[in-house]
């Protein structure tokens, strides 16, 4: 198995779909155009929700569902994945009486499991989508939050370690806010957070090497697309290529002893994973990716996430199933062919939206196309 790809996918009341189904026949381009507010977002965020996390909107579960329904809502697909046909489906299930509140339910060929991470096992999933656009003039907040998508789809359980560290660092906050705190429960505390926040910082750092490691096995490659250099800075990050994991963590934690009156004042913790950033530059020019044009700053990111499949595939021997939301549309003819070649020289399933059908004649004769309008979706002949 090359790449993972659908075969079907059924949505439930989940946002303007109260129920459709797209039936796919082949490994190949999906497109799906019609006007803006159609649906065609909705259909590829389904799909997102095949992936650990909360999707390509990143929205609370009350948000996926049916406006008109009963809170309930459900996404399945058959797919070609790594370990052959399988059917993955996640949702909310209707309320009952005796329930206050749904949990998401996750599920491999009807079989519940723990989490939407178990999906990895079968395939990945990567998107590029407008609101990542500004990346690259954002927060820095925003670049980790992206780069940690980039961990996940490699490593499933990166989540899980993000949140950990997160929800330590608050229990930390909490107890250098009350003075008369027990030194020892700080002591705790903070062991407990100088080992998630190596781990977390670890993954990063091994998923940038290996990042910048596939954008410069592809330097040749996709020329129309300028070429990002990416390294990952922060107090813990600058110490990965001279430290081991055992030196790091003990000086973490010797960091977050001594800084405790600093970091009482400021009311947060000052350094850590939760502080890196992802910093990108336009190796072509050596100027920062922020200070490079929109254009440019585009180019990169479309590069950024063809080599983030590239490793996928490398790592896994399967191309990840891409989603490609309103992005061929903001591309000059040379580079919307060059991006076409790409993804056909990777061999993914890529799923793109448009409102204008013009911006994808390139690949009408081997794409599956679906008309999306208000009132449905249905598949060109």
């Known amino acids: 198995m090359t ?9 439930t009341n989940f946002r303007s779909y109260h129920a459709t189904t797209l ?9 799906l155009t019609g006007p803006n507010g159609a649906g ?9 929700m095949l992936a650990p996390g909360r999707g390509l909107r990143r929205a609370t579960l009350d948000e996926l569902a049916f406006a008109e329904g009963d809170g309930s809502w459900a996404v399945s697909a058959e797919i070609e994945g790594m370990l052959g046909l399988a059917t993955l489906g996640t949702g909310i299930e209707p309320p009952t009486g005796e329930e206050t509140t749904n949990a998401r339910k996750c599920r491999i060929d009807r079989e519940p499991v723990s989490s939407a991470a178990a999906f990895a096992d079968h395939l990945r999933i990567i998107w590029l989508t407008p609101s990542m656009d500004p990346l690259f003039v954002g927060p820095a907040a925003d670049r980790r939050r992206f780069l940690d998508r980039l961990v996940l789809a490699v490593d499933a359980q990166h989540a899980s370690r993000v949140s950990a560290l997160e929800r330590s660092l608050r229990s930390r906050n909490r107890l250098l806010e009350d003075q008369r705190s027990d030194p020892h429960w700080l002591d705790a505390i903070e062991h407990e957070t100088a080992e998630v926040a190596v781990a977390v910082s670890a993954a990063r750092f091994e998923t940038v090497t290996r990042l910048a490691g596939a954008l410069e096995a592809a330097r040749e490659e ?20 001279v430290s081991s994991a055992r030196e790091i963590e003990d000086r973490y934690r010797d960091l977050l002893r001594s800084s405790r009156a600093q970091d009482a004042a400021a009311g947060r913790t000052l350094e850590g994973p939760h502080r890196a950033d992802l910093e990108v530059v336009h190796a072509g020019k050596g100027v920062a990716a922020a200070d490079a044009s929109t254009g440019e700053q585009k180019a990169m990111l479309i590069r950024l996430m063809l080599a ?8 896994t021997g399967t191309a990840p199933v891409m989603l490609l939301d309103e992005v061929v549309a903001h ?17 993914t399933q890529v799923w793109m939206t448009g409102a ?6 390139d690949i009408a004769d081997r794409a599956e196309w679906f008309d999306v309008t208000p009132s449905g979706v249905s598949k060109r002949g």
Not at 23 to 31: M, S, T, Y
Not at 40 to 48: G, Q, R, W
């Open 222 to 241: 996709a020329p129309a697309f300028a070429m990002p250099r990416i390294a990952l800075r922060g107090w813990m990050e600058n110490q990965w290529p």
């Open 23 to 31: 039936e796919l026949g082949r490994n190949g381009p999906v497109v």
């Open 331 to 347: 591309l000059d003819p040379v580079r919307r062919a060059a991006l076409y070649d790409a993804l056909a020289a990777l061999g």
């Open 3 to 11: 790449a993972a790809f659908f075969r079907r996918l059924s949505l």
């Open 356 to 361: 204008d059908p013009a911006a994808f004649a």
């Open 308 to 315: 983030h499949a590239q490793l996928i595939k490398d790592m």
């Open 40 to 48: 065609k977002t909705n259909l590829i965020e389904a799909i997102s």
